[in-house]
């Protein structure tokens, strides 16, 4: 209120008599949004006596109840999260009652799935990048072609030593991704250059190249191997993290370097006569049957002289 001498804030109350009983809702009136009335109160609800919370927690607009709980020893936390939701399916809960994770599980939960859509993305990038490199669509699935069994390993590894495929441990598969597939490129790249410089045959190149670069492979392999011994037997203070991390990436490097170094050069000559069209000779039957019986295979026979 505005007077000539000064300024009174006014703050409007109910009355005591009207604020003491639950029933001074019933003089409460909202306006309709469709027709612009004055609708009591008792129209949209019951009112009722009884023993409620002090508080209700909302998580957005609807009513929200917190329950956590911890792990013991041992436990990991997906079968936490599997044992909570079978809970929820024996217990017969309705369709109204809504149950979402919340902090570390909520957390463990998007990194499931989003995980599958990195390893694409990852392994896409890895394609583009050779396809580039080599101008070529084929040879980067020769290279991508040991990706699988770099995986694998690294899977049957985090469940002999009893481990989870946690975060750290698919940041292990992803770095395999790069680790295993140097030995495909070291091999397919010697084999293009040998055909290509040396005029070889695919199957003689490939040969080559298994021979020649067979030593650098073992070394890189064994050195990155070693490098992630101390990961897994690693203890004290963030070994939880290390560890399955080391167990990965040395399963994934054991039993990828025992199959590529067979799987890949039969990937090669497979592609190499898929795009040649299965034409192609093979170089040892050339070499048995000798330079003129090759000619006579390949070349059309003369026409045979009448004689007169």
Known sequence: MYTQVSQYHVVMELAPQFALSPEALSHLYVRSSTTGRLVPLSML?????GVLPVSVNHQGSMPATTIS???????????????????????????????????TAQAFQDSLRSQPWLILA???????VLGVLYESAVHPLTI???????????????????????????????LLIGIVKKNAIMMIDFALVAERTQHLSAQEAIRQACMLRFRPIMMTTLSALFGAVPLALGTGPGSELRVPL?????GGLVVSQALTLFTTPVIYLAFD?????GSRRPSHLQAAIGPVEARLLTDPPPPKMMKS
């Not at 609800?45 to 006596?49: E, V």
């Not at 020893?73 to 217990?91: R, W, Y």
């Not at 990852?122 to 583009?128: E, L």
């Open 69 to 103: 709980f911890n792990l013991k020893p041992g436990s990991a936390l997906g079968d936490a999260v599997t044992a909570i939701k079978s809970a929820e399916t024996s217990a017969g809960m309705p369709a109204t009652v809504i149950g979402t994770f919340q902090g």
């Open 45 to 49: 609800g019951s009112l009722k006596t």
């Open 144 to 174: 991508i072609s040991t990706l699988p069994s770099a995986g694998l390993g690294a899977l049957l590894a985090l469940q002999l030593a009893n481990l989870d495929l946690s975060i750290m441990g698919m940041i292990g598969i992803i």
């Open 122 to 128: 990852a392994i896409v990038a890895v394609y583009i």
């Open 273 to 277: 006569r898929l795009r040649s069209g």
């Open 246 to 250: 080391g167990v990965a990436i040395i």
